[in-house]
């Protein structure tokens, strides 16, 4: 570790929403990073010109000079230009990404922000600056070892083990001592996990069996990392016996570091910063070996540009290479975290292998269509125009996709299997993917067979609602009921909403059948009261194409109208990446129904936005904090503040706070101890049909009942 990190690192936040400026403030300073905030550009300009930090996170759109601005003007400061920029934006167009880069940024990040990756993230942007600045320094000192060769000489006589050293290899071990030094003292600048291979080195020199040679790492008093490479002989008295070794100790920390640059030239693509096809081989075959270890699955998807080398022959050969950086961006831009796909350097890999040909080496993939989602937005990314050099380009590509063990057991035959599947995909007209194998087929077949079902189940009453009880912490009792949907086809039995839900969100499928569990839950309140079964209020799940519709107010109307009860008696949950989306017709359309009485809770909190000032201009009762954020907080105390936090916050701004996914008595008594309003789960119920959740409600009041009287 140099000197320059041994001080905490400085990172400067620019960003006119004060709660996001909290928000990353508490992400970092726990990881030993101070923060020091700005909230408008000007101001950040002015503070910057007194202090310099290591890093700074800048939003895009403030008021007056936005955050471009802000970039081109440190650029232009002195030290300015290596200084790490990353630009936060709640856009996600191209173009602004686009602006950024131009602007002078470093890295990204689109609102929502991660915030469990956020600290890794600027520490890992710490790090790259410090190996650049490191970098730098190293080349100026490799320069003057032109001039001297930063080596010193040393003489270990034997048997008494006296040691002679020169200043040179003195100044090389970073002591300031002159003259005679013992092996114990330069063992100790030795790193820990290098020592006992150099003591084993010397030890095979005195035994005569070869010549001392050996690179090992020293430490510095600094702090500062050095790679030594010590060589000596045995030097042999008159009668034969050893009675020194004598030899050199040079400083080769530059020459390895250009060693591993070389090694990363050797490695990457030149064009596109993409790993290139040995680093793609050898990442699969490092996939492969791990999934067979853990019996999972591994995926490549083959990409080719379709009809690439017209864009050559006709704009010409930087406008390819234009593009080919366009496409490679869009290919990182278009993955998830969800996908398995992360970025480091053994479970993933997304390479150019050379021309217009690009892979992905998925890991852990679950099921099949796994890698057909992500072949999918792939396509979707690439359907988009790219404007390079004032010309509109406008191109597709055609995707092969392979699976360890399905498609081959080695490298060369996932590989070449995937090559057949492109080719596939071009012959059944381009711009789509092929499985190679035929199982694989299958289920993409089934797919299709459920989206031709899927229109015909709700004319056929296929559909059913069944019912989650949320529970009170304070009474114990059932306070709420959460509606989820149900398929049961005549064919595949019972189908789980994670199949036919994509489903009918793709296909635009999502809006009747919204409409329909609408309709459907309050005609099931109607009938339990008619029957004499109190029932709580029934929250109902909305998607996004149900709020771009324009209906929604309509649609509530009508089947609390149709079923004959008060708008108390509903909840509707949405999610805040919905709310994101088209925010003022929705929240028009939400108040309009909270002002009538029903209630609105946003859906698995804490996974999108966040934020507290953006919460205080909702229409909204109750948060429900989203089963992620839950599930470890009895073993992780990471998680537990973040829930209490969030807790806090709904607190603060008098919302009603709903934990979901709770399954153990510990999460229960934790979350009571924050207090939390209600909980769901399965350590309180599944979701049940009607009769049963009727059943439940039932012997609830009897219940009660039995205890008054």
């Given amino acids: 570790m140099s000197a320059a990190l041994a001080k905490k690192p400085l990172v400067v936040v620019v960003d006119d929403d ?327 350097e053994m479970p993933s890999a997304i390479s150019r292998l050379g021309g217009d040909e690009f892979t992905i080496l998925v890991t852990a993939v679950q099921d099949a269509q796994d890698l057909a989602k992500i072949a999918r937005r792939v396509l979707e990314a690439l359907a988009r125009p790219f404007h390079l050099s004032g010309h509109e380009v406008v191109i597709s590509g055609s995707i092969g996709i392979t699976a360890w063990p399905d498609d081959g057991d080695d490298v060369e035959l996932l590989l070449r299997n995937a090559d057949t599947a492109m080719y596939h995909a071009k012959e059944q007209g381009r711009n789509n993917y092929q499985f190679y194998a035929a199982s694989m087929n299958a289920v993409a077949l089934r797919r299709l067979i459920l989206e031709g079902k899927l229109r015909r189940a709700l004319e056929q009453g296929e559909f059913e609602v069944h019912y989650q009880p949320k529970l009170s912490l304070a009474t114990g009792r059932t306070c709420g009921l959460e509606a989820l949907l149900r398929w049961r086809d005549p064919e595949f039995g019972l189908v789980l909403p994670g199949d036919f839900i994509p489903i009918a969100e793709e296909t635009g499928l ?42 929604l107010v309509e649609q509530v109307h009508a089947a609390l109208r149709d079923a004959g009860i008060e708008p108390r008696a509903l909840e509707l949950e949405i999610t805040e990446s919905v709310l994101m989306q088209d925010e003022p017709r929705v929240v028009a359309a939400l108040e309009t129904l909270r002002a009538e009485g029903v209630s609105i809770s946003i859906d698995d909190f804490g996974t999108g936005y966040s934020s507290l000032a953006y919460l205080r201009r909702l229409p909204v009762d109750a948060l429900k904090v989203d089963r992620s954020f839950v599930r470890d907080i009895v073993e992780r105390p990471d998680d537990a503040a973040l829930a209490a936090s969030i807790v806090t916050m709904a607190r603060a701004l008098r919302l009603r706070i709903v934990a979901e996914g709770v399954e153990t008595e510990a999460q229960r008594a934790l979350l009571q101890q924050f207090g939390c309003d209600e909980i769901q789960g399965f350590l309180i119920s599944p979701a049940l049909p009607p009769a049963e959740i009727e059943a439940r409600l039932v012997a609830e009041a009897e219940a009660e009942r039995e205890s008054v009287g």
């Fill in 510 to 551: 999502i809006v009747p059948l919204g409409e329909w569990v609408l309709r459907a839950v309050c005609l099931e309140i109607a009938a339990f009261r008619a029957r004499g079964v109190a029932v709580p209020p029934v929250s109902v799940n909305l998607s996004a194409h149900q709020l771009r519709s324009g209906r």
């Fill in 18 to 344: 004060p709660t996001m400026r909290v928000l990353v403030a508490e992400t970092l300073e726990p990881g030993g990073i101070d923060v020091v905030e700005a909230n408008d550009g000007d101001a950040a300009i002015a503070l910057l010109r007194t202090r310099v930090p290591d890093l700074v996170l800048l939003d895009v759109e403030m008021p007056g000079l936005d955050g471009f601005g802000v970039c081109e003007e440190i650029r232009r400061m002195p030290g300015g230009a290596t200084l790490p920029v990353v630009m936060m934006t709640g856009r996600e167009d191209v173009d602004s990404i686009r602006r950024a880069y131009e602007a002078g940024a470093t890295d990204f990040l689109t609102k929502p922000i991660p915030w469990l990756i956020l600290a890794h993230r600027v520490r890992y942007l710490l790090r790259a600056s410090a190996n650049v600045a490191e970098l730098h320094q190293s080349r100026e000192r490799l320069a003057n070892a032109q001039r001297l060769a930063r080596m010193g000489s040393f003489q270990l006589e034997l048997p008494g083990w006296e040691l002679h050293v020169s200043e040179e290899l003195l100044d090389i071990y970073g002591m300031g001592l002159r003259g005679a030094v013992s092996v114990s003292r330069l063992l100790d600048r030795v790193h820990e996990d290098d020592r006992e291979g150099l003591r084993e080195a010397v030890q095979r020199c005195l035994n005569g069996e070869q010549a001392l040679h050996a690179d090992h790492r020293v430490m510095l008093p600094d702090g500062t990392e050095r790679i030594l490479h010590s060589q000596g002989r045995l030097v042999l008295g008159e009668d034969g016996r050893a009675i020194a070794i004598e030899g050199t100790v040079q400083d080769v920390t530059e020459r390895k570091r250009a060693e591993e640059q070389i090694r990363y030239l050797a490695y990457h693509d030149s064009l596109t910063g993409l790993g290139n096809r040995r680093l793609f081989k050898e990442r699969l075959g490092m996939a492969v070996a791990q999934a067979r270890r853990n019996a999972w699955r591994s995926g490549v998807l083959f990409l080719d540009l379709d009809h690439f080398k017209r864009i050559n022959d006709t704009l010409g050969h930087s406008v390819g290479d234009a593009l080919l950086q366009g496409v490679a961006d869009r290919l990182v831009l278009s993955l998830r975290e969800s996908d398995a796909v992360a970025r480091d």
